[in-house]
C-alpha cells in the first residue's frame, strides 16, 4: 500500500517562498502510469488542485497558480517537492499530496499539512 506524508514549515511569512516535501513509502514515484499531485484546501473553500509531477518527470500546473509554482523530485528518496513564491494569508490552507494513475482522481492521499502565512 503506497503512504504519503507531506513535511514542511507550518508557518511562512507573507513574500516568502513555501516549500513542501511529499515522502512516499510502499511504491516509487517512478511506477510506470503514475500521477504525484499537490492538492490544498482553504479555510471554507474546496479542494484545489496545485500541480502534478508525472512518473517521468513531466509537470503539469494549474493554470492559476503556474506563475508561483513549481515543481521537483528526488527519485533515489522517492520524494516530490511543491514550491510556491510570494505568498499571500490567501494561501493559508491545508496541503496534501497525492497519487493516482488519472491526474485529478487519486487514489492515495497524504493526511495534509496546515501552513499558515502570517507575519
Known amino acids: 500500500q503506497v503512504q504519503l506524508q507531506e513535511s514542511g514549515p507550518g508557518l511562512v511569512k507573507p513574500s516568502q517562498t513555501l516549500s513542501l516535501t511529499c515522502t512516499v513509502s510502499g511504491g516509487s514515484i517512478t511506477t510506470y502510469s503514475y500521477y504525484w499531485s499537490w492538492i490544498r484546501q482553504s479555510p471554507g473553500k474546496g479542494l484545489e488542485w496545485m500541480g502534478t509531477?508525472?512518473?517521468?518527470?513531466?509537470?503539469y500546473y494549474s493554470p492559476s497558480l503556474k506563475s508561483r509554482t513549481s515543481l521537483s523530485r528526488d527519485t533515489s528518496k522517492d520524494q516530490f517537492t511543491l514550491q510556491l513564491t510570494s505568498v499571500t494569508p490567501e494561501d493559508t490552507a491545508v496541503y496534501y499530496c497525492g497519487t493516482g494513475t488519472r491526474i485529478l482522481l487519486l487514489d492515495y492521499w497524504g493526511q495534509g499539512t496546515q501552513v499558515t502565512v502570517s507575519s
Open positions: 509531477i508525472y512518473y517521468n518527470g513531466n509537470t
